[in-house]
């Protein structure tokens, strides 16, 4: 597979615009639908903690509720996510490395894909 000037270029920027716009969404979720809600809810209970193990104990639900609604309990799901944020990495490295290339050589010039994707 060859890369020429602009040739490949708007499929790889489609692909990128997607795994970007998954990593985003996945982040939002986690951030504002999970932690900040689960962070209200454990700093009101709080208020009413009369020991350290209540409190040791709310922060373990904190924490159990936080990683369930992640989706990080269950292992088939976490190896998904997983391997989709490797392919997201994979990928950008790619991308780089097509990027320095065209900058290195400007004009008629061939790039393998395989070279890109092990860096």
Known sequence: MEYK???LRLPFHAL??????????????MMLEVIEPS??????????????????KLHNEFLSSCLKDC???????L???????VQCVRFSNFLQVISSACVMFRGGYR???RE????
């Open 79 to 85: 190896d998904v996510g997983h391997k989709m944020l």
């Open 5 to 7: 000037r602009g040739v």
């Open 16 to 29: 990128r615009h997607r795994m970007l716009h998954f990593v985003q969404n996945l982040q939002y979720y």
């Open 71 to 77: 989706m990080l309990t269950d292992p088939e799901l």
């Open 116 to 119: 890109g994707c092990n860096k």
């Open 111 to 113: 790039i393998s894909v």
């Open 39 to 56: 962070w209200q809810e454990l700093s009101s209970k709080m208020q009413q903690v009369t020991n350290v193990d209540d409190v040791l």
